[in-house]
């Protein structure tokens, strides 16, 4: 759907003159959007030039996952207010003040104003409508219970976020510690180190202590081959990082490495796990058949281990294995979750089982994440201290041996 571009002039509440520019389906929604200011709309009118061509041309998606769980809020709430599905689009579209954003939503309110079921809608931008969301909605509008549908789904994502952002906050800050560490001792091996050789130089005879004559070493060594260094670390970067993009063997390999490592590891199989429990129990409480579930679960699980124990789940179910049989393989999974999963099948409540894993997973993720953060603090300020303190005392070393001499 092509959005036009309009240029108006209104007038304020204080009879002043406002010009602006905006987009739009048609002239109508234009006008819409201008009275929503509380301007009186004097003249509209259509405009062309390349910037409003290019402006068409989007590149990725449009809509973050915070934007994600914004609109659905809204959306939710409006349709729980009694307000029908085609004005509560165009309300949202009215409203929103980014102009790319505007523009996706008005182009969802054209479809559903074209018949178009608000599933079928979605499913047409799959960038910015996980096929979680869209499978989720089409149960809703089966139900006729859309409006709760999606504010779970709302709440689903909301989840997802806060425990993703929990995660890259445990890793985030260890990793700028560590690099502002190493930078501070590359720092002092390139400018500080070398002054104390000139200050034991003045000195005739003085001789250096074994640790400062290392770290002078080091410095010399980098300071002659720093170019070459610096070429070597960006080459063994690119290789690793085409290797992992291209290759898959190599991807997968990485990938277990990562899973295996013993802080930043942990934090990956309960991310990837949590995701697995909320989407499981979110459709097959709803409804959706359990290989239905599975197979949308693949679409948007990124991890290649993961994606893989999905893709032999599937399998199984097809072959009439029991839907348990590959998380209990795994060695990446949780043996509470695959132990709840094969007690579901044993009982026949597999929806229920996994609504209470979910909410298990939910429950204990802030205390998980907060527990490794503590596990990660003291290695790395030992870690911190090590290097900052060994080359202290590299510096006072030298310093205390031309106060015995004079």
Same mark, same amino acid.
């Given at each position: 759907?092509?959005?036009?571009?309009?240029?108006?002039?209104? $007038?304020?509440?204080?009879?002043?003159?406002?010009?602006?520019?905006? *987009? &739009?389906?048609?002239?109508?929604?234009?006008?819409?959007?201008?009275?929503?200011?509380?301007?009186?709309?004097?003249?509209?009118? *259509?405009?062309?030039?390349?910037? /409003? *061509?290019?402006?068409?041309?989007?590149?990725?998606?449009?809509?973050?996952?915070?934007?994600?769980?914004?609109?659905?809020?809204?959306?939710?709430?409006?349709?729980?207010?009694?307000?029908?599905?085609?004005?509560?689009? #165009?309300?949202?579209?009215?409203?929103?003040?980014?102009?790319?954003?505007?523009?996706?939503?008005?182009?969802?309110?054209? $479809?559903?104003?074209?018949?178009?079921?608000?599933?079928?809608?979605?499913?047409?931008?799959?960038? #910015?409508?996980?096929?979680?969301?869209?499978?989720?909605?089409?149960?809703?509008?089966?139900?006729? +219970?859309?409006?709760?549908?999606?504010?779970?789904?709302?709440?689903?994502? +909301? /989840?997802?976020?806060?425990?993703?952002?929990?995660?890259?906050?445990?890793?985030?800050?260890?990793?700028?510690?560590?690099?502002? /560490?190493?930078?501070?001792?590359?720092?002092?091996?390139?400018?500080?180190?070398?002054?104390?050789?000139?200050? !034991?130089?003045? !000195?005739?005879?003085?001789?250096?202590?074994?640790?400062?004559?290392?770290?002078?070493?080091?410095? =010399?060594?980098? #300071?002659?081959?720093?170019?070459?260094?610096?070429?070597?670390?960006?080459?063994?970067?690119?290789?690793?990082?085409?290797?992992?993009?291209?290759?898959?063997?190599?991807?997968?390999?990485?990938?277990?490495?990562?899973?295996?490592?013993? =802080?930043?590891?942990?934090?990956?199989?309960?991310?990837?796990?949590?995701?697995?429990?909320?989407?499981?129990?979110?459709?097959?409480?709803?409804?959706?058949?359990?290989?239905?579930?599975?197979?949308?679960?693949? /679409?948007?699980?990124?991890?290649?281990?993961?994606?893989?124990?999905?893709?032999?789940?599937? &399998?199984?179910?097809? +072959?009439?294995?029991?839907?348990?049989? &590959?998380?209990?393989?795994?060695?990446?999974?949780?043996?509470?979750?695959?132990?709840?999963?094969?007690?579901? #099948?044993?009982?026949?409540?597999?929806?229920?089982?996994?609504?209470?894993?979910? *909410?298990?997973?939910?429950?204990?993720?802030?205390?998980?994440?907060?527990?490794?953060?503590?596990?990660?603090?003291?290695?790395?300020?030992? !870690?911190?201290?090590?290097?900052?303190?060994?080359?202290?005392?590299?510096?006072?070393?030298?310093?205390?041996?031309?106060?015995?001499?004079?």
């Amino acid at each position: 759907m092509k959005i036009r571009s309009y240029k108006y002039t209104a $007038e304020n509440q204080k009879g002043e003159i406002i010009k602006g520019k905006i *987009e &739009a389906i048609n002239r109508e929604i234009c006008r819409k959007f201008i009275e929503t200011k509380n301007y009186k709309v004097l003249e509209i009118k *259509e405009y062309k030039n390349i910037i /409003t *061509e290019l402006n068409n041309i989007t590149i990725g998606p449009l809509l973050k996952q915070k934007d994600l769980v914004f609109f659905l809020k809204q959306l939710g709430s409006l349709l729980a207010a009694g307000v029908p599905l085609l004005s509560s689009l #165009e309300l949202l579209s009215l409203q929103n003040e980014k102009k790319n954003l505007r523009r996706l939503y008005f182009e969802l309110y054209h $479809e559903v104003y074209n018949g178009y079921s608000l599933s079928n809608a979605l499913s047409k931008r799959p960038k #910015e409508f996980p096929k979680l969301l869209v499978q989720m909605v089409q149960v809703g509008e089966i139900s006729g +219970d859309l409006d709760s549908m999606v504010i779970q789904m709302a709440d689903y994502y +909301d /989840t997802q976020i806060k425990i993703a952002n929990g995660i890259k906050g445990a890793i985030r800050m260890p990793a700028i510690y560590l690099v502002a /560490t190493l930078l501070i001792a590359i720092g002092m091996l390139l400018f500080v180190f070398p002054n104390i050789t000139g200050l !034991f130089d003045s !000195f005739g005879d003085a001789e250096l202590p074994g640790i400062t004559q290392f770290f002078l070493n080091t410095g =010399v060594f980098f #300071e002659n081959y720093i170019l070459i260094i610096l070429i070597a670390i960006l080459g063994f970067i690119s290789i690793i990082f085409l290797l992992n993009r291209h290759h898959k063997k190599s991807h997968l390999f990485f990938t277990k490495v990562l899973l295996r490592m013993p =802080v930043i590891g942990k934090l990956i199989q309960m991310h990837n796990q949590i995701m697995i429990a909320n989407a499981l129990a979110q459709m097959l409480s709803n409804g959706v058949n359990t290989l239905e579930a599975l197979k949308i679960i693949k /679409t948007f699980i990124k991890n290649t281990v993961y994606k893989r124990v999905i893709l032999i789940t599937i &399998a199984y179910i097809e +072959d009439g294995k029991p839907f348990s049989k &590959a998380f209990e393989e795994s060695n990446y999974i949780d043996p509470i979750m695959s132990k709840m999963i094969a007690t579901g #099948e044993k009982t026949s409540d597999v929806p229920n089982l996994m609504k209470n894993l979910s *909410e298990y997973y939910n429950g204990i993720s802030d205390m998980r994440v907060e527990q490794l953060k503590n596990a990660i603090q003291p290695i790395l300020l030992l !870690f911190v201290y090590s290097i900052v303190g060994v080359m202290i005392l590299a510096i006072m070393l030298p310093m205390i041996s031309l106060g015995g001499q004079i």
